[in-house]
């Protein structure tokens, strides 16, 4: 079985002991790819290293909606250079977030249009962050049309929102927070919805599975998300796997 974690920090400090552990550790079940996405711009030669290191690496390049205060403008033109010369399969991890304090939401829209600008311009898919804010960022992508559509990392809104986004040509990425029962809402929408509505994430080192909690995620685990998705539709993990690394794999073009 194949298994793709469509969203996970390798790069991350955490990791620097065991990174090559980690990454054996996925192979060995089956975990055939890992997308490591950008926050701020210090850290994307890292990821791109990483992703010349480890052919299951592969690189998104993007400012982070939570790090406002580590953004320049001129961080845009290095993007743009970045993604002119082939710098990643999406532009990511980008958004808005109104749940952390003092959200400065004009400049957070600033960064997240001029980004959605380069996505049009390179036809790349994007790996959203979305707190408290669907409603906008749904406004936005009607505006900008992408053809590449993109993931909403993370999902945790309604299922008229989960809908309004598959229509734009999103997927919604399923993590640890599917594996809590008190997740009555996502998991629920999980039961409502096409099994090619999903992709598989684990956010690693952050959102920790239920039965892990006070650990670092891991990429390895993304295979036991699929494994409570499969409880969830009354399916197979074998089906869980194929459809969702189908997803991946077509909308990253991995």
């Keep these: 079985m194949q298994f793709i974690d469509s969203h996970c920090h390798l790069n991350f400090s955490q990791f620097d002991l065991c990174r090559d552990e980690l990454a054996r550790e996925a192979a060995l079940q089956g975990v055939t790819d890992i997308v490591v996405p950008g926050v701020v711009a210090s850290d994307w030669h890292v990821i791109q290293q990483l992703s010349s290191s480890y052919l299951s690496i592969h690189t998104a390049l993007g400012l982070h909606p939570c790090f406002l205060n580590k953004h320049l403008e001129s961080d845009l033109d290095r993007l743009e250079e970045s993604l002119s010369s082939g710098g990643g399969c999406a532009v990511g991890e980008i958004g808005l977030d109104l749940f952390i304090a003092d959200a400065d939401i004009e400049k957070q829209l600033f960064f ?20 408290k804010a669907h409603d906008q960022v749904l406004k936005q992508l009607r505006q900008y049309k992408l053809s590449s559509g993109g993931i909403v990392h993370a999902f945790s809104g309604s299922e008229q929102q989960a809908k309004q986004y598959l229509a734009l040509g999103f997927k919604l990425g399923l993590g640890g927070t599917v594996t809590y029962e008190r997740a009555k809402k996502l998991r629920h929408i999980v039961t409502e919805l096409p099994l090619d509505s ?10 920790p599975l239920s039965g892990y909690q006070g650990e670092p995620n891991r990429p390895v685990r993304v295979k036991e998300v699929a494994q409570v998705i499969a409880e969830l539709k009354g399916c197979s993990l074998q089906e869980v796997a194929s459809a969702t690394s189908l997803q991946a794999s077509k909308l990253l073009d991995l």
């Excluded at 001029?114 to 390179?122: G, I, K, P, T």
């Excluded at 999903?198 to 959102?207: K, R």
Aim: proline share 7%; net charge negative; glycine share 0%.
């Design 112 to 131: 997240f249009q001029s980004q959605l600008d380069l996505a049009a311009q390179f036809s790349l898919p994007v790996l959203l962050h979305v707190r």
């Design 198 to 207: 999903f992709v598989l994430e684990t956010d690693a080192p952050d959102m």
